[in-house]
């Protein structure tokens, strides 16, 4: 027995004995049978670098109430409507036959009056009762020479029996402004100017018009 011990510790001071190997970490592949050696195990003590991949899943993650802002109201223009008034298109006058059922001076015979006669000296300036487009210009039958001119909110005025026209048709023609003459032209007794409002084709007397503010609502 001593003699093996001897033999033993003389074989090991020349290194024929080897060390144990040193242990190995196994780990299973992805069939989970066949062993394979593990991975190196990563640094843990690195510092930590955020990858693009990484920054854009952040983004995604966060909360997007964080990033809202309340957007810029945008206001419309307030629309004013621009005030309509029918002013009298002569200076100075008198009415010689109101709106309504009358006898007719030429016929003799009861008619409806569509409009009102205004008295004045033959060559009188007529003025178009308020801005608006001239959209006839010309003879109308008993009308003689006669001007129409429309005006917002569908409303239009015509001017009869002149002697003289000075607007054409298509102008646009400001409050005030000359459209003719006053005279005796078409079915006529004598000088007077005939004048007519009518509101989208719906006849109106005059004398509830004139003077009033007809802004639409």
């Excluded at 299973?28 to 003590?45: C, R, W």
């Excluded at 004013?80 to 016929?107: C, F, K, M």
């Excluded at 205004?118 to 300036?125: D, H, R």
């Amino acid at each position: 027995m001593l003699q093996r011990l001897t033999i033993a510790l003389a074989l090991f001071a020349t290194g024929c004995i080897a060390k144990p190997p040193t242990k190995m970490a196994w780990t299973y592949n992805s069939v989970g049978q066949v062993p394979a050696p593990g991975p190196k195990q990563a640094d843990v003590t690195a510092p930590l670098i955020a990858t693009p991949l990484e920054d854009a899943q952040e983004d995604a993650s966060a909360d997007p109430q964080e990033n809202w802002q309340m957007p810029t109201p945008v206001h419309s223009p307030t629309t004013v409507a621009e005030p309509l008034l029918l002013d009298w298109p002569l200076a100075a006058t008198g009415i010689t036959s109101l709106y309504g059922p009358r006898p007719d001076p030429v016929e003799k015979r009861v008619g409806f009056h569509y409009g009102i006669d205004m008295s004045a000296s033959y060559g009188t300036q007529v003025m178009s009762s308020a801005s608006g487009i001239v959209i006839s210009a010309g003879w109308n039958g008993g009308h003689g020479r006669r001007v129409v001119v429309q005006h917002r909110y569908g409303y239009r005025t015509s001017y009869s029996h002149l002697s003289q026209i000075v607007a054409a048709p298509g102008r646009r023609i400001g409050a005030g402004e000359s459209i003719g003459l006053v005279g005796n032209s078409g079915r006529s007794t004598g000088p007077h100017l005939h004048f007519e409002i009518t509101r989208y084709g719906k006849h109106l007397d005059p004398l509830d018009i004139l003077g009033v503010d007809l802004t639409k609502d």
